[in-house]
């Protein structure tokens, strides 16, 4: 069964190269950001986790934890991190998940339950474990992102929208496209005019359904 927002993820027993634990223990009351790749060594995944690796503050200062996974084992990730930290230039000090029995894959829908890793395989026999999950404290799926192997991932964009959706959930709003921290949100539909004046003050009703405000303070 395909894993879709607001399910809760499955509570999955992993060996990381720093060691192992459930993935509800290890979420614990935090966000969480599960990003996979379709094998070590590679070298759009490397800039890719060199890039979650430098952006270590900015996940901190959101309450977010970081995971990755790979369908290669704990002693290719240990061996990998050295080459991630000279490509991005800062210690990667996240977990990554040994999948080289493909667990988590087919649980998080990445890979069909029929799939297996054939002798000699390239990334080609993995390419759809190239995806982003946020997680919320409540261990449920609150957005997903899959990219193509030729593609590296934004994770400018993943930062933007962990920030919308810690936002969302937190004061109760939606954000239009493009939004970013300080910019107005959307007023939701079910929120009526007085509990928006009550809650917004002034705000901007630039159609019937679409109401737009500063957050509070």
Known sequence: MALRINDTIPDLKVT???????????????????????????????????????????????GTKVIGVSVDGVEDHKKWKGDIETAGGAKAGFPIIADDGLEVSKAFDMLPAEAYLPDGRTPA??????????????????????????????????LRALDALQTSAGQGVATPADWTVGQDVVIPTSVSDEDAKAKFGEFNTVLPYLRMAKLPG
């Open 16 to 62: 990381t190269d720093q060691g192992e634990f459930s993935l509800h223990d290890w979420i614990g009351d935090s966000w969480a950001i599960l990003f996979s790749h379709p094998k070590d060594f590679t070298p759009v995944c490397t800039t890719e986790f060199g890039a979650v690796a430098r952006l270590t503050d900015e996940w901190e200062k959101r």
């Open 125 to 158: 026999d993995s390419a759809t474990v190239r995806s982003v999950f946020i997680i919320g404290p409540d261990k449920q799926l609150k957005l997903t992102m899959t990219y193509p192997m030729t593609v590296g991932r934004n994770f400018g964009e993943v």
